[in-house]
């Protein structure tokens, strides 16, 4: 089963750094494009980029570039997002997908539970 | 790069159709075929309705569908039933080279 498993729910602070992860398993993690979407709450969806793992190349949404860094390993294929110095606008639910094709630009088929992440001043 | 404009909300009776529009520009909507849907049940994963404007995953039932005409593009649920109430988002390649999703639906079956 393809599937995708993200860490935990995380409560910081502001300032603080994090890292959240999504572990794919049931495919070839090098072979598709991981991305990452941002729900705030009461919010709808945000995409905030997206990362192939056999090269690391990564492309950002202007509203997220020089904020967040997208990163893979895939000798344990896990991708993550993370946050250097967080503020409480940070406060979501994060979610990472999986490219249906090894083209990025065609949808996202299996995703992660998603992670909670809650930042407070 | 501004959310495509979706209506907040789309109701209708179990069995009637519902059409569910998308509005962007020619750097997006209108300029790829790089269209795609979501169907969002609050607290569970999204899920991949219909990608490359109208073509559907195995597993979806063949009562959505979608469509485009110009920079607008649309998604048909036929057949609705109570399943069907969720958030619905439309996303798309943009001339940027990223992706921007839709503002939202909530579709309600009454």
């Known amino acids: 089963e393809v599937q995708l498993v993200q860490s935990a729910t995380e409560v910081k602070k502001s300032g603080e750094s994090l890292r959240i992860s999504c572990k794919g398993s049931g495919y070839s993690f090098t072979s598709y494009w991981i991305g990452w979407v941002r729900q705030m709450p009461g919010k709808g969806l945000e995409w905030m980029g997206i990362i192939y793992p056999a090269d690391s190349h990564t492309i950002y949404s202007p509203s997220f570039q020089g904020h967040v860094t997208i990163s893979a390993d895939k000798s344990i294929s896990t991708a993550y997002l993370q946050w250097s110095s967080l503020r409480a606008s940070d406060t979501a639910m994060y979610y990472c997908?999986?490219?249906?094709?090894?083209?990025?630009?065609?949808?996202?088929?299996?995703w992660g539970q998603g992670t909670t992440v809650t930042v407070s001043s | 790069q501004s959310a495509l404009t979706q209506p907040a909300s789309v109701s209708g009776s179990p069995g009637q159709s519902i059409t569910i529009s998308c509005a962007g520009t020619?750097?997006?909507?209108?300029?790829?075929?790089?269209v795609s849907w979501y169907q969002h049940h609050p607290g569970k994963a999204p899920k991949l309705m219909i990608y490359?404007?109208?073509n559907r995953p195995s597993g979806v039932s063949n009562r959505f569908s979608g469509s485009k005409s110009g920079n607008t593009a649309s998604l048909t649920i036929s057949g609705l039933q109570a399943e069907d109430e969720a958030d619905y988002y439309c996303n798309s390649y943009t001339s940027s080279s990223t992706q921007v999703f839709g503002s939202g639906t909530k579709v309600t079956v009454l």
């Open positions: 490359e404007v109208s």
């Open positions: 997908a999986k490219s249906l094709t090894s083209g990025w630009a065609y949808g996202m088929d299996v």
């Open positions: 020619s750097s997006d909507v209108g300029g790829y075929n790089y």
